[in-house]
């Protein structure tokens, strides 16, 4: 199996969620002109459960699996690999069939009592399937990403997303003559279909690849596994601990706003709405660079284990220092893009340019969520994960705390829920920054972080004056995507005048770094 180097893991794993991305896109943009706002907003009211279910079943397992099988690999201990592997799949198929029934039983009642839109049923019931699916994989991407082997994970979420985009237009359609729920229950289906696909790729995977016989003697290689469970525990359940409060934040989130939104004197196929055009289309465009700072984390989990394990104190700062600055710059150019052009981006994708003051607000405050993943990471690399859920659960606490007391003042609304989320963004983020420099004396150089601000907003200022000035005799759309470029093309520009990226990162890039 072929282990990548940090820089060439995280490429793999950025190009695959580029791509990822547009197709996830394509996904939504599609969803949003056949179901409209208030079909997503149905849609994304299922999502929420949809994550608590998956990180209740994961139980920070695939953390886990990655951080010790790295461990393991460091020693070449094979058979240890095995049994990481046995126990990680009892566990996770026993709650699988847990919490799937769970869900048959309490599906009605989420959506008849905590959402206010009892049509939300059909797309829960239409999340189900998707438990056990994504607990197997969820152990297979673990094993992949801690023998640091990235394209595993990288193909399968374009398998993934291809299956989805290809079934989501068919199965919306089929379902919409019985009502726009079944239609969103419908969407939920192909995202269940491309989640199944993606396992099947990584079953073929690791059955081809593995080194060792799995199926044989299965049982008996659990049995008495009591300090794998323990290693494994150690590690997953203050893992899931953070992502618990994170998903449970989420889970109640809809049920906030859309109580907050009544208060505030909102009808209910309004409040629908709204939270449709806030989580279904502001809050994706805001997170597109996410899936850079993923590829970063995912990357980096394994890295940090082996050099801690190493005691490489210098090798741990550097990837630290060499992770964050990437997230910066790629972060960097995207709040220039979603603040600047929020209008023309909500109007081309989805035709809701009364999306674009939500967008504009948030987009500033979208820096600190480019950066949480990888300090998250760190944390958890580091064996510090506990400390990284008592942040996560203070952050959930408040930001839950600010949509109740914004969304439901009748002069803010749901733009109020729009501020609290990145209240949410921002003190997770300074809380894990502050954890990170307490425990390992890590600390970020003003200067490169200045030269970045200053290059945001004087790109920033060229993006608004080219808007205004330039292309006018061209399209909408094709205006738009002129001034985008120019407006890149400046941003990468400064990027290299600036110094901010070094010549040694350059020539491990695959293709600039033949010509260095």
Do not use: W
Not at 3 to 32: C, D, E, H, P, S
Not at 37 to 43: I, N, P, T
Not at 168 to 173: C, D, G, I
Not at 356 to 378: C, D, T
């Amino acid at each position: 199996m072929t282990k990548q180097t940090f820089i060439r893991g995280t490429l793999i794993l950025i190009a695959a969620g580029f791509i990822t991305k547009v197709l996830g896109f394509i996904n939504r943009i599609v969803m949003a002109r056949m179901l409209g706002a208030e079909g997503v907003g149905l849609y994304m009211m299922a999502i929420p459960t949809m994550l608590l279910l998956l990180t209740l079943t994961q139980l920070g397992l695939p953390v886990a699996i990655a951080k010790l099988v790295a461990e393991a690999e460091a020693i070449g201990n094979r058979q240890r690999i095995k049994k990481i592997l046995a126990v990680s799949l009892a566990i996770t198929g026993l709650l699988s069939i847990l919490f799937t029934a769970a869900m048959f039983l309490l599906a009605p009642l989420i959506a008849t009592t905590m959402l206010t839109d009892t049509r939300a049923i059909f797309p829960l019931f239409a999340v189900i399937p998707i438990v056990p699916i994504i607990a197997l994989s969820s152990v297979l991407r673990g094993y992949f990403q801690g023998r640091q082997n990235m394209k595993p994970t990288a193909y399968a979420q374009v398998i993934e997303q291809i299956v989805r985009i290809t079934l989501v237009a068919v199965l919306t359609a089929a379902f919409m003559p019985f009502g726009l729920e079944y239609a969103a229950a419908g969407a939920m289906l192909s995202a269940i279909c491309g989640e199944f696909a993606s396992l099947l790729y990584m079953m073929f995977l690791f059955k081809s690849q593995k080194t060792f016989r799995f199926r044989r003697r299965f049982f008996s290689t659990i049995k008495g596994e009591r300090k794998t469970l323990s290693d494994l525990l150690h590690i997953a359940l203050p893992t899931t601990g953070s992502r618990l409060i994170g998903t449970t934040a989420l889970f109640f989130e809809p049920i906030v706003v859309a109580q907050s939104l009544a208060i505030a004197g909102t009808m209910t196929v309004v409040a629908t709405q709204q939270y449709g055009l806030l989580v279904g289309y502001v809050v994706p465009l805001l997170t597109l660079p996410t899936f850079i700072t993923y590829s970063l984390s995912v990357s980096l989990l394994p890295n940090l284990s082996e050099a801690a394990a190493n005691k490489q104190t210098v090798l741990i700062h550097h990837r630290l220092e060499q992770t964050l600055r990437i997230g910066f710059l790629s972060g960097g150019i995207c709040v220039v893009i979603l603040y600047v052009f929020a209008s023309e981006l909500m109007t081309l994708m989805y035709n809701a340019p009364h999306a674009a003051p939500m967008l504009q607000i948030m987009a500033p405050f979208a820096l600190f969520l480019y950066l949480q993943g990888p300090l998250q990471a760190a944390l958890q690399a580091l064996n510090y994960a506990k400390v990284s859920m008592m942040n996560s659960l203070i952050g959930a606490v408040v930001k839950t705390g600010a949509i109740f007391a914004l969304a439901s003042n009748a002069n803010l609304g749901i733009m109020g829920a729009a501020l609290a989320i990145v209240i949410g963004f921002v003190l997770v983020t300074m809380l894990h920054f502050a954890s990170i420099a307490k425990t390992t004396g890590f600390a970020i150089h003003a200067r490169p972080v200045i030269k970045l601000l200053l290059l945001i907003v004087a790109t920033a200022y060229i993006g608004i004056q080219t808007e205004t000035h330039l292309f006018h005799s061209l399209s909408y759309g094709t205006k738009a995507l002129c001034s985008i470029t120019i407006t890149s093309l400046v941003y990468i520009a400064g990027i290299f005048a600036l110094k901010l990226l070094t010549k040694e990162e350059l020539r491990r890039l695959p293709i600039i770094g033949k010509y260095m």
